[in-house]
């Protein structure tokens, strides 16, 4: 291996693990390279054009769209709406506030496509629910933050659409492939709160005046967040609009509600929805930006060549290797960000695998799940930080109370990853996998 990439390679680590934010870090390491790199000083435009030339992707348009629909539905009271209709479909089971989280998580999904949005915006909200109902603090903040990864695995998804842009892959085929996959993580979070429900005696929280015309009209109160997903799965996948259009109409759909049926979207108020999502935005361009430096890097030092003839001459097979990535993306993800692995890391791996055999639709679940189980793994982990920040709880006990999700979201990567069927089902049922 070239000295130069061992510089931008031990550069990009040692900023990483002195707490560097993100993005100076792998700015900086990618600098490194020409200044290091033997006659490449005179080339810093390749920097320059590179850093533009990545963000310069028109999918990418989708995801300050997204983040400002989900705002949008956020701040006109869709959340609340939701979660009483969690509360209707399973209040009544022991343990009733804690599948509430879970199953509103779910539904959140379909709004959002962000995890760290679900916890900001569903969280303390649940978090007061649960202490109300007598559940501790520490258990409300981790199932909060265990059940907010399941956001950018069910669609709409901005991970999916990042892991598209960087390896071609189909964003539709991609977004049916999230489904069951996200949905099995609920599942599995819903199994341990089963156990723990009946172990700890959890309450039950009901609506109490379940006639009817409540249940009705908690339906219909909740309509409109619930059509929004189908709009947009529903006109990505029969061909009516991209990826990007879909951002667009989801935008003009949450505005039209908030003005027209709800009757509380102020300009006021979307003066701060478009500041918190240009913020959020440009740090994620930002980041787009300097990782396409550094996957510039690699491939001009072959680095994917010299893994595929290493992966060749070690005669591994897929599944061996697909471990040793769910290994490798584990570990990373204890201090590295869930879009940084996916910049870095979706390019060099996915044309590998293709070459064994493994779809790239079913690879991209794989990569997104655990990128995002990232998010509750100390110390990087954002989504604990965030979970940490709202509720007022030390870390360390929210980690403490997580491990049992930890462990049930563990369970599912390993289906996902070694049963196919389970990704790939719905993407062949409409015909976008062979």
């Not at 934010?21 to 600098?31: D, K, Q, S």
């Not at 996959?181 to 819903?190: A, E, N, S, T, V």
């Not at 759909?253 to 049926?261: E, I, K, Q, R, S």
């Amino acid at each position: 291996m070239d000295h130069s990439l061992l510089v931008v390679i031990g550069l990009l680590l040692v900023l990483m693990l002195l707490g560097s934010p993100v993005i100076f870090a792998i700015g900086f390491a990618g600098m490194a390279y020409f200044v290091v790199k033997p006659g490449m000083i005179g080339m810093l435009d390749i920097y320059v054009h590179k850093f533009f030339t990545g963000m310069d992707v028109f999918i990418w348009l989708s995801i300050p769209l997204f983040v400002i629909a989900g705002e949008i539905m956020t701040s006109i009271g869709m959340t609340d709406r939701l979660l009483n209709l969690s509360r209707l479909l399973v209040g009544r089971l022991r343990g009733g506030l804690a599948y509430v989280n879970v199953v509103g998580s779910m539904l959140f999904s379909g709004v959002s496509g962000s995890a760290l949005a679900d916890i900001s915006a569903l969280g303390p909200v649940e978090i007061k629910m649960m202490e109300k109902d007598g559940y501790r603090s520490d258990f409300a903040a981790a199932l909060t933050v265990s059940s907010a990864i399941q956001g950018p695995i069910i669609p709409p998804s901005i991970p999916m659409i990042v892991f598209s842009a960087l390896t071609n892959t189909s964003v539709a085929a991609l977004f049916l492939a999230g489904a069951v996959p996200g949905i099995l993580l609920g599942l599995g979070q819903m199994a341990v709160l089963f156990v723990m429900a009946r172990r700890k005696g959890f309450p039950r929280n009901p609506i109490l005046d379940l006639s009817v015309a409540v249940a009705l009209g908690i339906v219909l109160n909740a309509f409109f967040a619930i059509i929004m997903p189908v709009i947009i799965i529903g006109g990505i996948i029969s061909g009516i609009f991209t990826a990007t259009e879909a951002a667009a109409i989801a935008v003009a759909y949450a505005t039209l509600v908030g003005v027209l049926a709800y009757r509380n979207l102020s300009l006021k108020t979307l003066w701060g929805i478009l500041d918190r999502a240009a913020r959020t935005s440009a740090s994620v361009y930002l980041i787009v930006g300097f990782a396409t430096i550094i996957s510039w890097v690699l491939a001009n030092e072959r680095v994917p060549t010299e893994l595929s003839g290493l992966v060749r001459d070690l005669q591994l097979e897929p599944w061996m290797l697909l471990l040793l990535l769910n290994l490798f993306f584990l570990v990373n993800g204890l201090w590295i960000g869930d879009s940084v692995q996916l910049l870095l890391f979706a390019p060099l791996f996915t044309p590998i695998l293709a070459a064994m055999g493994v779809d790239p639709v079913h690879f991209g679940v794989i990569m997104v799940v655990n990128v995002m189980i990232g998010l509750m793994t100390p110390p990087y982990g954002l989504a604990l930080y965030l979970g940490s920040s709202i509720s007022g709880v030390p870390l360390g006990a929210i980690v403490r109370q997580s491990v049992p999700f930890l462990l049930s979201n563990l369970a599912v990567l390993m289906v996902v990853t070694y049963v196919p069927a389970v990704s790939l089902t719905l993407p062949r049922l409409f015909g976008f996998v062979d």
